[in-house]
């Protein structure tokens, strides 16, 4: 029930065209839905995130489409360049909190997508 | 403010000897995690740590086991090392409460066992 699935697991997109990937999770409890970027030899950099309670969520070339219903999510670049090729994994937490202060620091991730961005 | 810090960078152990980690925070994150990143089982979760206290713990066996310090720094130690052991293992810090649910990755450990 903790799983995130998470594909496809390698994706190669021309220079301008959409990247788009696909989460699914199962644990209705999560509540806070990220998404990281990370380039070789880097920790995962956060690129954008989303809460369940909308469907869409745009930043820049990056979109975040989200299905509650289906429990399913997508990350979408749009106009995709060769600085974009990077392994992206989706992830999903839910708040764990008490008196003392509120987290959320179990991130469940994805298996990883390596996208090629070609020239 | 300075991004998460991770010491050391490279490591490498042979199997049987234990290893610590360490991991700064960003100033004034009082949550820190640590994963661990392998390329068959990706990026799993070891523990979180919240105001010095275990607030998550992933699947992983005793063997792995961590501290948070009062000024938040953390410590990941791992005992009887294994040739499985060998992987990234990342520290990532966040603030505590609503709004706040960004975790913030330091550049990692990368750990060999021999």
């Known amino acids: 029930q903790q799983q995130v699935k998470q594909s496809p697991q390698s994706l190669i997109v021309q220079k301008g065209g959409i990247s788009i990937i696909n989460c699914a999770y199962e644990?209705?409890?999560?509540?806070?839905f990220p998404w990281y970027q990370q380039f070789p030899g880097k920790g995962p950099a956060l690129l954008i995130a989303i809460r369940p309670d909308v469907s869409e969520k745009k930043e820049g070339r990056f979109t975040i489409s989200f299905n509650k219903s289906a429990k399913q999510f997508s990350l979408h670049i749009m106009d995709s360049q060769p600085g974009d090729s990077a392994t992206y994994f989706c992830a999903a937490t839910s708040q764990n909190g008490n008196a003392g202060g509120t987290s959320y620091g179990k991130l469940t991730f994805g298996q990883g997508t390596i996208l090629t961005v070609h020239p | 403010k300075a991004g998460v810090t991770q010491t050391p960078r490279y490591l490498i152990k042979t199997r049987g000897q234990q290893v610590t980690l360490s991991c700064s925070p960003i100033s004034g994150h009082r949550s820190v995690s640590w994963y661990q990143q392998t390329p068959g089982q990706g990026l799993q979760f070891l523990f979180e740590?919240?105001?010095?206290?275990?607030?998550n713990k992933g699947n992983f066996p005793g063997r792995f086991s961590g501290r948070q310090f009062s000024n938040s720094r953390s410590e990941m130690n791992v005992s009887t090392l294994e040739l499985g052991d060998s992987a990234l293992y990342l520290c990532a810090s966040s603030s505590a409460g609503w709004g706040q649910e960004t975790q913030y990755f330091g550049p990692g450990t990368r750990l060999l066992v021999l």
């Open positions: 740590y919240f105001s010095e206290t275990q607030r």
């Open positions: 644990n209705t409890a999560f509540d806070y």
